[in-house]
């Protein structure tokens, strides 16, 4: 069964600094997509960056970057200068391609953001 | 544009009442989804609306009852709950059918956060 792991509950890092959150998963299919979703305080579940398996590129949205390790199953999210904002709970997702819509999800990571 | 919207933003409701919950999009998205969100812990699914079909259910007790009336609404309708159904209910949409470039990205709603007294 395929499985995601967020194995820091909680970050912090301080305002404009960079920090960088971990998310690994097991899978035995060659073929999926990976999404990191962010959702602060004010509860909406915002799409953060997503990343196709099959392209060896990491993808990157702006101050965020992933580093994707597709042999070693790892999916991490940077963040570079670090804003209020960005304080949220950030989770991990996992999609088989063509599966029946659904995601697996991480269990969070809850970032804090120091002035 | 990748909005969707969800009525009403708070619901406080005694376990005899019934009501119901609203989500709308206007992306052409064919693939609609009701999740339920507990505090501090990632979205369950409960229910995936296909072409307006259900297509997933995932053993939502019956006091759940969702609707789809066309492509672009969601509803999930309330009745007889209880205090453990307190939470957030997260509304998301996406393509559906193949993944295509984008892996069929769900894009969700602000949520309905549901107190049952």
């Known amino acids: 069964a395929q499985t995601v792991t967020q194995s820091q509950p909680e970050m912090s890092v301080q305002e404009a600094e960079t920090v960088t959150l971990s998310c690994t998963y097991d899978?035995?299919?060659?073929?999926?997509?990976l999404f990191w979703y962010k959702q602060p305080p004010s509860r909406q579940m915002i799409l953060v960056i997503r990343?196709?398996?099959?392209k060896q590129q990491n993808a990157t949205e702006n101050r965020f970057s992933v580093n994707f390790q597709k042999a070693a199953k790892s999916f991490s999210l940077k963040i570079s200068d670090s804003q209020l904002g960005d304080a949220a709970m950030y989770f991990c997702?996992?999609?088989?391609?063509?599966?029946?819509?659904?995601?697996?999800w991480g269990a969070g990571t809850k970032l804090i953001i120091k002035p | 544009d990748t909005e969707v919207t969800q009525t009403p933003k708070h619901l406080v409701m005694g376990m005899t009442n019934k009501k119901s919950l609203k989500c709308e999009q206007h992306?052409?998205?064919?693939?609609m989804y009701w999740y339920k969100q507990k505090a501090k812990k990632p979205p369950e699914l409960m229910f995936v609306?296909?072409?307006?079909?259900?297509?997933i259910n995932e053993s939502v007790p019956s006091r759940f009852s969702p609707e789809c009336p066309n492509s672009s609404l969601l509803n999930l309708h309330l009745h007889a709950l209880q205090p453990e159904d307190s939470a957030l209910y997260l509304c998301?949409?996406?393509?559906?059918?193949?993944?295509?470039?984008?892996?069929?990205?769900?894009?969700f709603g602000p949520g309905t956060r549901l107190t049952v007294l």
């Open positions: 998301a949409s996406s393509q559906g059918g193949t993944s295509g470039v984008s892996g069929d990205t769900q894009y």
């Open positions: 992306m052409g998205h064919r693939a």
């Open positions: 997702a996992y999609r088989v391609t063509d599966s029946n819509y659904q995601l697996i």
């Open positions: 899978t035995s299919e060659s073929d999926y997509y």
């Open positions: 609306y296909s072409y307006e079909k259900l297509s």
């Open positions: 990343q196709e398996a099959y």
